[in-house]
């Protein structure tokens, strides 16, 4: 079970439930009714920065749109199930919507929380067609295995196994990885609310 599918849903169901047409939220995110159309069907999930501006425009946290029920108590999430069937695939901004990250989120029980941890698995791409994010926040990356570059305003950093960065997530950035390398890292999001 794909939590891509859920994700969709989600939005929508938080949409109606207050009301709110696609065009108001298209308004207030300053995204298209297209790419909310897409969302919200499941067509294309295109990274979190977009996903964060919808967020904000139902007055929801992102975690909404994850969450599978309400623990206030700590979440111990173990290795084999973080990789069994919680992923979301994101296409990360690629203009043909290939699937090139896959998202598995490590608190999704965790009520009320700011941070988002995931552990991302990204496949390689020798050409990376990327359109650059940016969202209210902070993002810390951790390399696991591999290699990945991250372009933040006008640099781009380059970060191999055991490298990690801390960015405020209001410049734009876009994470991938190095040209034709495979990685898999840790990414703490926090998005105030």
């Known amino acids: 079970m794909n939590n891509h599918s859920v994700v969709g849903a989600k939005i929508k169901g938080i949409r109606e439930t207050k009301n709110l047409s696609i065009e108001e939220i298209a308004e207030r995110s300053g995204l298209t009714v297209e790419q909310i159309n897409s969302i919200e069907n499941d067509v294309n999930l295109p990274s979190l920065g977009p996903l964060i ?13 994850m969450d599978d029920n309400d623990d ?7 290795a084999k199930d973080r990789e069994a069937d919680s ?12 699937k090139h990250m896959e998202y598995h ?4 029980q965790k ?19 990327f359109q650059l994010s ?14 990945i570059e991250i372009v933040y305003g006008k640099e781009t950093y380059n970060l191999k196994e055991g490298d990690s960065i ?19 890292i840790l990414a ?5 609310f």
């Open 53 to 65: 501006k919808i967020a904000r425009a139902l007055g929801v946290r992102l975690g909404t749109f």
């Open 72 to 78: 206030l108590g700590p979440i111990v999430t173990r």
């Open 87 to 98: 992923s979301i695939s994101f296409s990360n901004g690629a203009t043909d919507a290939r």
């Open 105 to 108: 989120p490590l608190a999704q």
């Open 111 to 129: 009520a009320g929380r700011h941070m988002e941890p995931f552990v991302i698995d990204i496949n390689p791409e020798e050409t990376p067609d």
């Open 134 to 147: 940016a969202h209210e926040g902070e993002e810390f990356i951790y390399v696991m295995e591999g290699e």
């Open 166 to 184: 801390f960015y405020d997530s209001i410049v734009k950035h876009h994470v991938h990885g190095a040209p034709g390398k495979s990685a898999k």
């Open 188 to 192: 703490v999001v926090y998005i105030p």
